[in-house]
């Protein structure tokens, strides 16, 4: 099946810092999306980002399709962006139904 | 809030015991997913149900079954739990409207197998 690896795997930040998270996938697909895991286990959707860029906040996401990876940028990083921050990839395979891969995840701490 | 609500929030249970997990999808969303989160593993799919009919099965064991009923809430049965199915296990739906097929999660049901 696909891999997605994520890079770093850890990520500490001084407050008001920028950081770029990166995810590589080894195969074509149609649908990518950002998750942030907050302290509390809860997974919020960031971006649906299939190709292009799109911006939302302090946080943007690109999607090159034909080279494999994404990019999720965090700009002005606060405390609350603590977290782990997952990619998940999704292939149109039929038999594999509509499923997500997510990758291993960053896990980001945010100093004061 | 993503729309989708998941219970119960935590679940303490012992080894060879059964649970049931429930899920609600969000309004409109047809399609149900099950993925379990553990430290070894990650996240991993388990189980899509699309308007009450199976579509797809990833890494589920035998034990565990589920199930989406005419109002499209959805159960996850876990049977002979064993300690390592201590995890934390999502539910997530979509609407699947053409090539659109983002998924949304509740919060999680944390499940311990003691």
């Known amino acids: 099946g696909i891999q997605v690896e994520q890079s770093p795997p850890d990520l500490i930040l001084q407050e008001g810092a920028n950081s770029t998270l990166r995810c590589n996938f080894s195969?074509?697909?149609?649908?990518l999306q950002w998750f942030h895991q907050n302290p509390w286990g809860q997974l919020i959707n960031l971006f649906y980002?299939?190709?292009g860029t799109k911006q939302n906040g302090r946080l943007s996401a690109t999607t090159v399709a034909t080279e494999r990876y994404s990019l999720l940028y965090i700009s002005s990083s606060q405390t609350t962006d603590s977290g782990v921050y997952f990619c998940?990839?999704?292939?149109?395979?039929?038999?594999?139904?509509?499923?997500?891969?997510f990758g291993g995840g960053t896990r980001v701490l945010v100093k004061p | 809030d993503s729309g989708v609500t998941q219970t119960p929030k935590h679940l303490i249970t012992a080894t060879g015991q059964r649970v049931t997990l429930r899920c609600s999808p969000r309004?409109?969303?047809?399609?149900v997913y099950w993925y379990q989160q553990s430290l070894d593993q990650g996240l991993q799919f388990l189980i899509q149900?699309?308007?009450?009919?199976?579509?797809a099965k990833g890494n589920i064991l035998e034990r565990f079954s589920a199930q989406q009923f005419p109002d499209l809430h959805s159960e996850l049965n876990l049977s002979s739990l064993e300690l390592g199915d201590s995890a934390l296990y999502f539910c997530?739906?979509?609407?699947?409207?053409?090539?659109?097929?983002?998924?949304?999660f509740g919060p999680g049901t944390r499940l311990t197998v003691l």
């Open positions: 195969d074509s697909v149609n649908n």
């Open positions: 149900y699309y308007n009450g009919e199976e579509r």
């Open positions: 309004s409109g969303d047809l399609s």
């Open positions: 997530a739906s979509s609407v699947e409207y053409g090539s659109y097929n983002e998924q949304f």
């Open positions: 980002i299939p190709s």
């Open positions: 998940a990839v999704f292939q149109p395979h039929k038999a594999a139904g509509n499923k997500l891969t």
